[in-house]
């Protein structure tokens, strides 16, 4: 069980009005974001296309919070130097994208980067036996990936359980991070299964009452947990 006051929300700017990019990054941070979650697709490995390191520099120019990189592209390794230059501070890498993964997450270690690992929903938690001691964060896919406003996999959450115990079981320092259909329905789901960053596009950036009362939507959900 997390503490809930310890969970931290990461805007996803797939779901950002890409015309006021800019403004609306600043506006999840003003609003509390803790991260600012950032997915990078190459229609390859996953059936989208978004954007690359010209965003991320973009956004660091902007703001100092932690800007994380989640790459669902084929050959990560390709592009990990660029993203790491860019300004990126987590790279994270699919499991399943990554042939040579020990190596991959080397690369991004190497770079001064904190080293992420993502793993889609039909794979299992034991694919991350043997390189969970080198990652700072799972992040843990409750959508298929590849598109912004799709539905919690509910079935999900007994991976995030099973990774937490892995996690003790090794005592690594590893945050637990979920990623596709977080709202103020689901985030208890995920945190209670031992997740404590929160992926969040479609109820923060597009919140009917801004993006400030989205991410607070979320923030009182988790005060409820801990009282």
């Given at each position: 069980?997390?503490?809930?006051?310890?969970?931290?929300?990461?805007?996803?700017?797939?779901?950002?009005?890409?015309?006021?990019?800019?403004?609306?990054?600043?506006?999840?941070?003003?609003?509390?974001?803790?991260?600012?979650?950032?997915?990078?697709?190459?229609?390859?490995?996953?059936?989208?296309?978004?954007?690359?390191?010209?965003?991320?520099?973009?956004?660091?120019?902007?703001?100092?919070?932690?800007?994380d990189v989640h790459l669902m592209i084929v050959e990560p390794e390709r592009y990990i130097d660029a993203f790491a230059e860019a300004g990126a501070d987590i790279i994270s890498v699919h499991v399943e994208a990554s042939p040579h993964l020990h190596r991959t997450l080397q690369q991004i270690r190497d770079l001064d980067c904190r080293v992420g690992v993502a793993i889609n929903p039909h794979t299992p938690a034991s694919a991350l036996s043997e390189v969970i001691t080198?990652?700072?964060?799972?992040?843990?896919?409750?959508?298929?990936?590849?598109?912004?406003?799709?539905?919690?996999?509910?079935?999900?959450?007994?991976?995030?359980?099973?990774?937490?115990?892995?996690?003790?079981?090794?005592?690594?320092?590893?945050?637990?991070?979920?990623?596709?259909?977080?709202?103020?329905?689901?985030?208890?789901?995920?945190?209670?299964?031992?997740?404590?960053?929160?992926?969040?596009?479609?109820?923060?950036?597009?919140?009917?009452?801004?993006?400030?009362?989205?991410?607070?939507?979320?923030?009182?959900?988790?005060?409820?947990?801990?009282?």
């Open positions: 069980m997390n503490s809930f006051d310890d969970v931290k929300i990461a805007p996803s700017i797939l779901a950002a009005d890409f015309n006021y990019l800019g403004q609306q990054v600043t506006d999840a941070v003003d609003g509390g974001a803790d991260l600012i979650h950032i997915d990078v697709m190459d229609g390859r490995f996953v059936p989208n296309i978004t954007m690359g390191p010209i965003v991320v520099r973009a956004l660091r120019e902007i703001t100092d919070v932690t800007l080198m990652v700072d964060l799972i992040n843990v896919m409750t959508v298929n990936p590849g598109f912004g406003g799709q539905s919690f996999i509910m079935d999900t959450k007994s991976k995030i359980a099973q990774l937490k115990a892995m996690i003790n079981d090794v005592h690594a320092n590893v945050d637990i991070e979920v990623d596709g259909g977080i709202n103020p329905e689901t985030a208890p789901h995920a945190t209670q299964a031992g997740a404590n960053i929160l992926v969040a596009g479609t109820s923060v950036f597009k919140h009917p009452d801004g993006i400030a009362k989205g991410i607070a939507s979320l923030r009182a959900v988790l005060a409820r947990q801990s009282e």
